[in-house]
């Protein structure tokens, strides 16, 4: 069990430019989940997948953002036209999924993004 | 809507003593809590779970949380702090049934002193 996994670990950008954030989650998970975090506050969630359907996106999540999972594995993050407010921790989250049983979410390590 | 609500954004505690953060809930069906502990540029790492059960849990690193429905509260502590538990630590909440996404606390950064 290798954990999740994301990359990058820190992302550098100017405004106006595109960025992709990538996931792993640990194998065999079914959920996955993305969340952005701020200095000095909680996560917040952005968006939700079982498999590779996405089944619930925050009203956080403008139509600049958007995420895929393809294959129910990986995940990616899209930000298009960034700005100076998107800079924060993105964090990714995976879980087994399984019904009647209490799902804990394991956490990747973060993608942090400083828009400049 | 679930909602959680932690006390104190900053403690301070000597290495030795008792720590205790405190996390208030509010939700109209019984819910799920968590505890995660984030250290610097690291990701969020459970610390423990509420599901209904026991409602004394125990977690890692000597951390209990006991949930009292009639408070609305779920309170994490440690008899004895130690310099290696100087972290974030926030509080969670999800419901049965739900997606199960995560509603966050603002989160308490414990200092310990030597």
């Known amino acids: 069990d290798t954990g999740v996994s994301q990359d990058p670990r820190h992302k550098i950008t100017k405004r106006g430019q595109n960025v992709t954030f990538r996931c792993d989650p640990i194998?065999?998970?079914?959920?996955l989940y993305w969340y952005r975090q701020t200095l000095g506050q909680g996560p917040e969630f952005l968006t939700y997948?079982?498999?590779?359907?996405?089944?619930?996106k925050s009203r956080l999540l403008s139509d600049r953002f958007s995420a895929e999972r393809p294959k129910g594995s990986f995940s990616t993050l899209e930000i298009q036209r960034t700005e100076q407010g998107d800079s924060a921790m993105y964090l990714c989250?995976?879980?087994?999924?399984?019904?009647?049983?209490?799902?804990?979410?394991?956490f990747g390590p973060g993608t942090r993004l400083t828009v400049l | 809507a679930q909602s959680v609500t932690q006390l104190g954004s900053h403690v301070s505690v000597s290495e030795g003593a008792l720590v205790l953060l405190r996390c208030n809930y509010s939700?109209?069906?019984?819910?799920?809590l968590f505890w995660y502990v984030q250290y610097p540029n690291q990701g969020l790492q459970l610390l423990l779970k509420?599901?209904?059960?026991a409602t004394l849990v125990k977690g890692i690193n000597g951390f209990e949380a006991e949930f009292k429905k009639s408070e609305t509260s779920f309170h994490l502590t440690k008899p004895s702090a130690h310099m290696s538990d100087a972290a974030e630590y926030f509080c969670?909440?999800?419901?049965?049934?739900?997606?199960?996404?995560?509603?966050w606390g603002l989160g308490t950064s414990l200092a310990v002193n030597p």
């Open positions: 997948f079982q498999n590779e359907a996405q089944l619930e």
């Open positions: 989250a995976s879980s087994r999924g399984t019904s009647g049983d209490v799902d804990t979410q394991y």
């Open positions: 194998s065999e998970h079914n959920r």
């Open positions: 509420y599901t209904s059960a």
């Open positions: 969670a909440v999800t419901l049965a049934g739900n997606n199960r996404k995560l509603i």
């Open positions: 939700s109209s069906v019984p819910p799920y």
